[in-house]
């Protein structure tokens, strides 16, 4: 897919070719995924359910796919006119009338194709022994976590500790750390054999003594805390503490102690709960730890994906209704075969490969955190518990796709190729473990994760034919996690398509803006990572972050709430630097933005006793935090949208509560960011002292 075909939003051709007709179905089916993350009381898991299906007719095909040439020239505008707000809508979703109709148009022109799906069959290694899941296009096992090889038989031991010492006896210091049993297939410390509690987690703030501050506490990591494997109730214990004693009062318990392991509620873990997987295994198989292990005859990620020996009944309604090709020379004494089915389809076509699990499903199950990399948690009763994690829509999307009636077994009639790497569980559980070091990478997350893109790249080079007959442009992958976007692409995968939730198109700073360390990419060899900047607006997608909507606040409706009634012309609220307490101390800290805006209108005091120079009652400016935030965005006609160590959630939150965006940054794209150009427009940095004058006019 070329370049120009990328360029989404140009508006000189408005003539539909099937492919870009295509393309532009694609930005809408990914746009519309994350649609629910602004504009419904909570996400909805309608991709979990079953539809249900009839008998289809046989006769289209491919070559009926209009393709729009030959047809008479439309007034788009008469066909498909603005509204009041000069927007047209599109699939319920308001416009710029320039691209809401020329997506109406597009989509008129697509119909039902028929296309020829495979069922694959081709078996692994002795069944992959039981300790995996075989993928049945490759015929490769997918081993759980802790096993390898052809046929998962390699035991593969992942430490908790890093190698002892005379001065460390359980090694250097890490999240995994433990001074009990170390689950070695998953590097998670429990309490071990010889407690009442074998299976409970000990994590480090538990298993070692805690050197006390006045206001903070230390972990020893030299010192095993003894009282934590006590049976004395006086002394507060962990490991033999029974959960109703202690919740009765009957006996103490380490304060320090929790359940940080997925699987777990309760104060004490007593309470065995659902493991997040991908799609939860699709109703196809068991959740075992963050991977799917699942039932026979099917396979994948999720376990959504059938070979012929599933129930036509239970398959995915991306597969139904369809028609089954038997062919006339089978051997049914085979246990398994390839089984073609047709189904009609409409186009864009997404084939999402199948990687191996330590791109995505072993990242999940080794979670030293259960909140982190994911967008859901399960209770005590196994209901869903939305999480607020920034970067959850990175899973949704992977999840959506791999649900969506776009989806296709078909690479040879695939329109895009989705690479699902995980990214996200990658940095924020860098250097947790030890089979996830930092060591080799110079202490950079960065590094680490390009790493893991690199050798997904390869994969899918040496195992698929699909990347070189478009040099890689029809593939995507999601950069969506931390500061600055897909700044830390390795070079061979930079022709394809970037979907990111901040777009920094690196030509005012041609360097890392963040001021987090491991996460720069400066350091990085341009051998590894080219010279390509983090955003390229020709090619990659600007997606909007996950954000839990608060029910009470979104029954307020306060994006309706008239200029009239908002009493705060200017509203800002996060970390302004080191004038303030518990400030960000670097310099380079959101490129000095935030420092300079609280310096002129900054509204609660310095740590000196300071106000902003000027500084005016109805402007604003503070790191005080507040539990009134939305409130207070809804109380505001104009919200500061500036970097931190690269994107933040602000844009979202503005939106959400119908405050104009004030995005103070050079040349970064946003979120719908055609209309925020002309709409919001971007304000120079050295534009700061005037800014008030600005926004009164």
């Avoid at 009652?617 to 006609?637: A, F, P, Q």
């Amino acid at each position: 897919m070329t370049r120009d075909i990328l360029n989404l939003f140009s508006m000189k051709n408005l003539r539909c070719s099937w492919y870009l007709a295509a393309t532009i179905a694609l930005v809408v089916a990914l746009v519309s995924i994350v649609h629910m993350v602004f504009f419904t009381l909570t996400p909805s898991y309608e991709y979990f359910k079953v539809v249900s299906y009839s008998t289809i007719s046989s006769n289209a095909s491919s070559a009926e796919l209009t393709n729009g040439f030959g047809k008479a020239a439309i007034d788009l505008k008469y066909e498909f006119p603005a509204d009041l707000h000069g927007a047209h809508p599109y699939k319920g979703t308001p416009w710029e009338a320039e691209i809401g109709r020329w997506l109406a148009n597009c989509d008129s022109l697509t119909k039902d194709v028929n296309i020829s799906e495979t069922l694959h069959g081709n078996d692994c290694k002795n069944e992959c022994s039981g300790l995996g899941v075989c993928n049945l296009e490759l015929g490769q096992c997918r081993c759980f976590q802790g096993y390898t090889g052809d046929g998962c038989t390699d035991i593969q031991e992942l430490e908790c500790n890093y190698p002892r010492s005379n001065n460390q006896p359980f090694g250097k210091w890490v999240a995994s750390m433990c001074s009990a049993n170390c689950d070695k297939t998953r590097a998670l410390c429990f309490c071990g054999e010889g407690t009442k509690y074998p299976h409970r987690p000990l994590p480090h703030t538990c298993g070692f003594i805690i050197n006390r501050s006045s206001e903070t506490f230390r972990v020893n990591s030299i010192r095993v805390d003894q009282d934590v494997f006590t049976t004395n109730g006086s002394i507060p214990g962990w490991c033999n503490v029974d959960p109703i004693e202690a919740y009765e009062g009957k006996v103490k318990f380490k304060e320090e102690c929790h359940c940080p392991y997925d699987g777990f509620m309760g104060r004490f873990c007593e309470v065995p709960v659902q493991y997040v997987c991908i799609n939860q295994c699709s109703r196809h198989g068991q959740c075992r730890g963050g991977f799917c292990q699942c039932d026979n005859g099917w396979y994948g990620a999720d376990c959504s994906t059938p070979s012929m020996i599933s129930s036509i009944g239970e398959w995915p309604s991306w597969l139904r209704p369809s028609r089954v090709d038997v062919p006339h020379n089978i051997d049914f004494s085979e246990k398994l075969f390839n089984l073609n089915v047709v189904v009609a389809k409409k186009r864009p076509l997404i084939y999402i490969y199948d990687l191996p699990p330590e791109f995505n499903s072993l990242l999940l199950e080794g979670r030293q955190y259960k909140g982190e990399c994911v967008n859901r948690i399960y209770d005590e009763n196994n209901a869903t518990i939305w999480t607020q994690y920034l970067y959850g829509a990175q899973l949704a999307i992977y999840e959506s796709l791999l649900a969506s009636p776009h989806r296709t077994l078909n690479g040879e009639e695939a329109d895009f190729f989705f690479v699902p790497v995980l990214d996200s569980c990658i940095i924020s559980g860098a250097g947790f473990s030890p089979h996830l070091s930092l060591q080799k990478h110079m202490g950079l997350r960065s590094s680490l994760a390009l790493e893991f893109y690199k050798n997904a790249y390869n994969h899918i080079v040496e195992q698929y034919p699909y990347w070189n007959r478009s040099s890689g442009r029809d593939h995507i992958w999601q950069f969506f996690s931390w500061d600055e976007g897909a700044c830390y692409a390795p070079k061979e995968i930079w022709n394809s398509m970037m979907l990111v939730h901040w777009g920094n198109t690196n030509t005012k700073h041609k360097h890392s803006t963040t001021a987090y360390w491991p996460d720069n990419w400066d350091k990085i060899s341009s051998n590894r990572r080219g010279i390509h900047p983090c955003f390229d607006p020709h090619k990659d997608l600007v997606l909007p972050a996950w954000k839990l909507h608060d029910a009470d606040v979104l029954k307020l409706k306060l994006w309706t709430r008239p200029r009239q009634k908002r009493k705060t012309l200017f509203y800002f609220n996060g970390n302004l630097g080191s004038a303030y307490l518990n400030g960000r101390p670097e310099p380079l800290y959101s490129m000095g933005i935030r420092q300079k805006l609280a310096e002129e209108f900054g509204s609660s005091p310095t740590k000196d006793g300071k106000l902003g120079k000027q500084q005016a009652e109805d402007v604003i400016v503070t790191s005080v935090s507040t539990d009134d935030y939305d409130l207070e965005l809804g109380n505001s006609v104009f919200c500061g949208v500036f970097p931190g160590d690269g994107w933040s959630g602000r844009m979202e939150d503005s939106v959400l509560q119908g405050c104009i965006p004030v995005i103070i940054q050079v040349l970064h794209y946003k979120l719908h960011n055609d209309p925020w150009r002309k709409q919001v427009g971007y304000n120079k940095k050295f534009g700061l002292p005037n800014q008030c004058v600005v926004n009164t006019n």
